[in-house]
T-cell receptor
């Protein structure tokens, strides 16, 4: 089955700096890659996603890049703010009828004011 | 946007009792719902995939007789933890896939189960 690795497990940045979280996946057939943000005790919230037919997607301060050949994708957050502090999860899916998501281990991002 | 609710949000029960958790899609139809378990500071582990009107598909290592899943309608799936034990204490989160969307999953707020 699919295996998703996520790095780093923790990331501390100064407010205003950029943060990058990287994920690799094992199944070349995976074609959908969402990123979720989860605050303590709350539900994961979808923040951005990318499909395998594009290499990059941007939404204001958040961007995701995908390298299908290398089977890795990354989340980029620019001009970080304290409210960006949370745990971020990447995931991969085969995009089949079940659309099962395989999650990475998560990255705890701390933005210092 | 798509909203998924869960009930209850927090439950404490005695060992040996059964607990039912409901997951509802409020403003969309969900042909497929997923149940996850999350331990503190860990990732989401898929327990089972629930399809409306059919039996759930369980992940390896998840006891189907222990975690009963019912998906009776396009907006409701239930997870029943039978004969709960302290090791079943965890955060249980459901997600629902919008039938009109190919991939996007929306998560419920989670249910924190504590078994004494």
């Amino acid at each position: 089955g699919e295996n998703v690795e996520q790095h780093p497990s923790t990331l501390s940045v100064q407010e205003g700096d950029s943060a990058v979280i990287k994920c690799t996946y094992s199944d070349s057939a995976s074609n959908y890659f969402p990123w979720y943000k989860q605050e303590l005790g709350k539900r994961p919230q979808l923040i951005i996603d990318i499909r395998s037919n594009v290499g990059e997607k941007k939404d204001q301060r958040i961007a995701v890049t995908l390298n299908k050949t290398a089977k890795h994708f990354s989340l980029h957050i620019t001009e970080t703010q304290p409210e960006d502090s949370a745990v971020y999860f990447c995931a991969a899916s085969l995009g089949n009828a079940g659309n099962m998501l395989t999650f990475g281990g998560g990255t705890r991002l701390m933005v210092k004011p | 946007g798509a909203v998924v609710s869960q009930h209850p949000s927090w439950v404490i029960c005695k060992s040996g009792t059964s607990v039912k958790i409901e997951c509802r899609s409020l403003d969309f139809q969900a042909t497929t719902m997923f149940w996850y378990r999350q331990f503190p500071k860990q990732s989401l582990m898929l327990m089972a995939t629930s399809n409306e009107g059919s039996k759930a598909t369980y992940e390896q290592g998840v006891e189907k007789d222990k975690f009963l899943i019912n998906h009776a309608s396009l907006t409701l799936s239930t997870l029943t933890v039978t004969s709960a034990h302290p090791e079943d204490s965890s955060f249980y989160i459901c997600s629902a896939r919008d039938a009109s969307s190919t991939d996007t999953q929306y998560f419920g707020p989670g249910t924190r189960l504590t078994v004494l």
